[in-house]
């Protein structure tokens, strides 16, 4: 687990990214937190695919990935002798589902076309990750459907 934590922790950083939880065997990578020039979307990816290259390096990891693009709340928490930082919002939520529905249809990745749109080159992702797009998809505790974007595992 420790192995897991690290790499996760390591490759955030280094992508401009900032683990606000661990819980069990998943973590909460939140990206723009510390970025006031804009939506670092392909800071995000590129935290994706070095997931996918250290997956190799986790046997039975069996990493799912959701994300998306949107605005949280982020705050501070914790007393005097531990604090954490949170985030909350509609885009944490549906980054949640989104990791639940790569479980259920069996695949690594579920992107929103959000987050897949905001990029430079959204092709050059759909290409990377070999993503196939799943059309609208009404996501728990959702009223309106969203777009989504599938890989069935990540790129070798």
């Known amino acids: ?70 605005p949280v709340v982020a705050g501070v928490m914790g007393g005097s002798s531990h604090r954490q930082v949170t985030v909350a919002g509609d885009a944490v939520n549906v980054a949640n589902r989104l990791q639940g529905e790569a479980k259920a249809r069996g695949v690594v990745l579920a992107l929103s076309d959000a987050l897949l749109s905001a990029t430079q080159e959204p092709e050059t992702w759909v290409t990377r990750f070999g993503l196939a797009s799943e059309g609208p998809c009404l996501l728990r505790g959702r009223s309106v459907a969203l777009e ?9």
């Open 1 to 70: 687990m420790g192995d897991f934590q690290d790499g996760v922790a390591a490759e955030a950083q280094a992508n401009g990214g900032v683990v606000t939880q661990f819980s069990g065997d998943g973590a909460m990578v939140v990206f723009g937190l510390l970025d006031e020039k804009g939506l670092p979307v392909e800071g995000a990816l590129r935290f994706v695919a070095a997931l996918a290259d250290k997956e190799r390096g986790w046997p039975g990891s069996g990493i799912r990935v959701g994300a998306h693009l949107g």
């Open 148 to 156: 989504i974007w599938t890989a069935k595992s990540f790129p070798v």
